[in-house]
């Protein structure tokens, strides 16, 4: 197994995602206990030795399941992460409430790695909100040796993500001055100690994870990728970008191109994949057995097999048009979401979504056409989001899906 140095820790660099376990019945929430424990053997069995989960996964029961799994094995011989749900909707906040519920659940008494879930733009007004202290129990948990290593993971923008990691670098200047023993636990200036991220070679460019990179890279922060499949979207090519791939390597699989890929940035520690099957789970245990670099004509072919994987409309994000709109409509921002949900639907976009102004949606475009004068790429504003609107409407609202993981968390308290 590939291994590297983690915050002091040895880790093995495929890690053990509980967002995708296998379930019974196709519900979500009965998760197939004993299958797992056969991949977690598997994994355990071929080095893997870093497992996350979260709070929602699986409606709550992905901590608990995993716990199980992982308690037929000696604590010190794997590292457990998971994750602080403020990124929820809801009226109120309270940190230590869930993390006993989920030391509780997980069978533990310390998380190795545990993060602030998912900061975006609103969940960033949740976590920097200093009615709740989220930071500051979890600063004190750190302490208290509860948790190893705080981080955080990321669907937000590149502004959102530097502006977290400000915060986090505000917020260890503060306690390094009034408590400088517990400052010096931390790893670097800051107490986000790392970050978890989307990274796949299509997101490289299509959710600009390029940018985010070069700032977690600037800040010293290690990462911990997620989604390297894009949700096993990247493992199902069709014909045009396998014939590209196929001419450079004929062998390697739609899969291994996209772990060999990130398997290249040495600032990324681990790269954790959500496996729903055993056989997934050899497979990328095999992987990940051995090192294989991306020559340059391979990292081209990559980025040109990724060019065709992108269905939408060619927005570069030069903001030309932004200006003219009397709306103040975010057109790139709108259009990158429209490219977003040509290639997949995820929940992101409806928390992504959720944020925009009432009066700035897609809906709220009033067809004036003044963006489109503006537009070197000649593209049919309007009409596109006009169609983005349509899509969103189809979708799940991000209000709804958290009212309906806090009810089934509120269920499973209740067994
Ligand atoms: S067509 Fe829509 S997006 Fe374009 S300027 Fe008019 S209101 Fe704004
Ligand atoms: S002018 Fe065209 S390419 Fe530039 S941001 Fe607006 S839509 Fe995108």
Not at 69 to 95: C, M, N, V
Not at 136 to 145: L, T
Not at 259 to 278: A, C, E, N, P, Y
Request: hydrophobic fraction near 40%.
């Amino acid at each position: 197994m590939l291994m590297n140095d983690f915050l002091g820790d040895e880790v093995a660099r495929l890690g053990f995602g509980g967002m995708r376990l296998p379930v019974v019945d196709g519900d979500a929430s009965k998760v197939d206990q004993a299958q797992v424990d056969k991949m977690v053997d598997a994994a355990i069995a071929a080095g893997v030795n870093y497992f996350d989960t979260a709070y929602p996964y699986h409606n709550g029961m992905s901590e608990i399941v995993l716990g199980k799994s992982l308690a037929r094995y000696p604590r010190e011989s794997f590292f457990l992460a998971s994750k602080y749900p403020g990124h929820q909707i809801t009226d109120s906040y309270d940190p230590a409430a869930i993390f006993e519920e989920q030391l509780e659940k997980c069978g533990v008494s310390c998380f190795d790695f545990y993060l602030l879930h998912n900061i975006y733009a609103a969940s960033y007004e949740v976590y920097t909100d200093e009615r709740w202290g989220i930071a500051d129990y979890f600063i004190e948990q750190k302490r208290a040796g509860r948790i190893r290593h705080l981080g955080f993971s990321c669907h937000g923008r590149p502004d959102t993500l530097a502006a977290f990691l400000d915060y986090g670098a505000r917020k260890y200047e503060e306690l390094a001055q009034r408590d400088p023993e517990t400052a010096a636990l931390f790893k670097g200036r800051n107490i986000m100690e790392f970050c978890q991220i989307q990274l796949n070679y299509l997101d490289w460019t299509l959710q600009d994870a390029a940018t985010k990179m070069g700032i977690l890279e600037k800040a010293g922060v290690p990462v911990v990728v997620m989604e390297p499949l894009r949700g096993g979207k990247l493992a199902e090519l069709h014909e045009e970008p396998l014939s590209i791939l196929r001419a450079v390597c004929p062998n390697r699989s739609a899969v291994e191109w996209s772990f060999r890929w990130l398997q290249g940035f040495s600032d990324v520690k681990v790269i954790l994949s959500g496996m729903s099957t055993l056989a997934q789970v050899e497979d990328n245990c095999r992987i990940f057995q051995s090192a294989e670099a991306i020559s340059e004509p391979e990292q081209d072919a990559l980025m040109e097999a990724a060019e065709t994987l992108k269905t939408g409309v060619p927005c570069t994000a030069c903001r030309y048009c932004v200006d003219s709109c009397p709306q103040g409509i975010d057109i790139p921002m709108l259009l990158a979401t429209y490219n977003d949900l040509q290639f997949a639907t995820t929940f992101t976009v409806s928390m992504q979504m959720d944020v925009v102004p009432e009066g700035r949606r897609a809906q709220d475009c009033l067809g004036c056409g003044a963006c489109v004068r503006m537009c070197p790429q000649g593209i049919g504003i309007p009409d596109t989001l006009s169609q983005l609107a349509a899509a969103l409407d189809r979708i799940p609202k991000w209000a709804d899906l958290c009212r309906e993981r806090a009810e089934a968390a509120e269920k499973l308290k209740a067994r």
